[in-house]
């Protein structure tokens, strides 16, 4: 058995694989988890895998957001670009491609050859291209973040870079009277704008598209459409750094 935990700002996501198989994924919010399942003591951070349902789970890698500031006893860490490459490869069985994560708070663009990364840009300085930013404005919107990720058609120009403004901005856009699917379009050509750049100088004609914001279609089709590439969202978008460290486990 391999264990591949990737400690996200948002959520931690575990994946449990045997013989090149996932067999087990777990997703938990962050602060339930550390407080559920984490034990401090001498050593550092361990983690109740029985608790957990997971049993024994052999060799276990991490990666995420907490891999420098959670010491996991007993877990190996790698960098998340390496996890996260692993897991596209892995995923989609390709070698030569543009990985797109979006994640909790930040988003990473990896270009991969080979199987091998050989460039990257990321953005963790601001959350107006992540999660946080869909899941702030889908309440501003008084919708889920499942329905903002299907709006793409007429989106309302929102022209504010950052996440703060962004939601006066969209408030002020309310007020004027757009509608919802609009509004939700804005929303999400913003997101596209802003990773935008980070594709174009690592443009490849197939672009796998990972993280919890991958579940939504409209973000998918505008890169589809401006871009003029093909977007592949692989099966377990929001697991792929935990499946990426359960394959360097391996």
Not at 79 to 108: I, M, P, V, Y
Not at 202 to 222: C, D, K, N
Request: aromatic share 6%; proline share 2%.
């Amino acid at each position: 058995m391999q264990c591949g935990i990737d400690l996200g700002s948002r959520n931690v996501k575990l994946v449990l694989m045997e013989d090149n198989a996932i067999v087990a994924t777990r997703i938990y919010e962050t602060a339930d988890f550390y407080r559920t399942y984490g034990r401090r003591d001498a050593k550092g951070l361990k983690v109740d895998f029985a608790g957990l349902g997971l049993g024994n789970t052999g060799r276990v890698v991490a990666t995420g957001y907490g891999r420098n500031t959670v010491d996991l006893v007993g877990a190996t860490v790698i960098s998340e670009l390496k996890a996260h490459t692993n897991g596209a490869c892995w995923q989609t069985g390709l070698t030569d491609f543009t990985l797109l994560d979006l994640g909790g708070q930040d988003s990473k663009v990896i270009k991969v050859r080979g199987g091998k990364m050989v460039g990257f840009e990321t953005n963790d300085k601001c959350a107006a291209s992540t999660g946080r930013y869909l899941e702030n404005m889908a309440a501003v919107l008084g919708i889920t973040i499942e329905e903002l990720g299907e709006y793409s058609e007429n989106p309302v120009e929102l022209s504010a870079t950052c996440a703060i403004f962004g939601e006066s901005e969209l408030i002020g856009r309310i007020v004027e009277g757009f509608s919802v699917a609009e509004l939700g379009a804005g929303v999400n050509y913003t997101i596209f704008k802003r990773v935008k750049p980070m594709l174009a100088a690592l443009i490849s004609e197939i672009v796998v598209f990972t993280g919890g914001v991958a579940l939504g279609g409209a973000i998918r089709g505008m890169i589809e459409r401006e871009m003029g590439v093909q977007v592949i969202v692989p099966k377990y978008p929001q697991l792929n750094g935990a499946i990426g460290c359960a394959v360097a486990a391996g």
